[in-house]
């Protein structure tokens, strides 16, 4: 089993930044594809940024040039860097995982560990 655990939220104004952080535990972040989703009250959840198979990062054009993902494999956590922040960025944002490489290859809404999510809110 891998835990997740996210943390980081909170209240921004908008224009400022914010970083959320994953901690994972039961498997190295190294050997997992990891992914960061959010979603807002009222709307379906939408994948904000995620590790590719190969190595590389996608992410929504929602958030694109804005938000940053990373790991920190020595302290076995991902990041998610969110700059100039908007009111539509306001959301209950979590983090998935999977380690099964099958499943790391389809859409990371098919991965099987999720965290229970931090809410960040943008306010004008």
């Known amino acids: 089993q891998v835990q997740l655990v996210e943390s980081g939220g909170g209240s921004v104004q908008t224009g400022g930044s914010r970083r959320l952080s994953c901690s994972a535990s039961?498997?190295?972040?190294?050997?997992?594809?990891m992914a960061w989703y959010r979603q807002a009250p009222g709307k379906e959840r939408e994948g904000v940024a995620r590790f590719e198979n190969d190595g590389s990062t996608s992410y929504a054009d929602s958030v694109k040039g804005r938000f940053t993902i990373s790991t920190d494999n020595v302290k076995n956590t991902l990041y998610l860097q969110m700059t100039n922040m908007k009111p539509e960025d306001t959301a209950m944002y979590y983090c998935g995982a999977e380690r099964d490489p099958y499943r790391c290859g389809l859409p990371s809404a098919f991965f099987r560990f999720w965290g229970r999510g931090t809410q960040v809110t943008v306010f004008s």
């Open positions: 039961g498997s190295d972040v190294s050997s997992l594809c």
